[in-house]
Nanobody
Framework: QVQLVEYGGGSVQAGGSLKLSCVAS????????MAWYRQPRQKEREWVAS???????RYSDFAKGRFAISHDNRNATLYLQMHSLKADDTAVYSC???????????WGQGTQVTVSS
């Protein structure tokens, strides 16, 4: 079992930056693919970025060039650095771990990001 806890959400003005953290209960990054998702209010959850255990990063179109996913094995933490934030980036951001047959097995509770224009 893996527990994931996100930190770093908050309110920021458009054009600003935020860095989200996802702390895992144990260091699974060498074993599992990790990802960030977000869910805007009254909308479907959408994929933001993924980090494979071989280090390959993938980004959604809206995240390319503005967001960066990374991890630190020393403290079992996954990060999402976000720049040039827009009002449309307002959402609850969640991290996920360990891709199974059709979905991720573990999810954090999410952290709210609010971007004001």
């Amino acid at each position: 079992q893996v527990q994931l806890v996100e930190y770093g959400g908050g309110s920021v003005q458009a054009g600003g930056s935020l860095k989200l953290s996802c702390v895992a209960s144990w260091n699974i990054y060498s074993l599992c693919e990790m990802a960030w998702y977000r869910q805007p209010r009254q909308k479907e959850r959408e994929w933001v970025a993924s980090l494979r255990k071989d280090g390959v990063q993938r980004y959604s179109d809206f995240a390319k060039g503005r967001f960066a996913i990374s991890h630190d094995n020393r403290n079992a933490t996954l990060y999402l650095q976000m720049h040039s934030l827009k009002a449309d980036d307002t959402a609850v951001y969640s991290c996920a771990a360990c891709w199974g047959s059709s979905s991720f097995s573990y999810w954090g509770q999410g952290t709210q990001v609010t971007v004001s224009s």
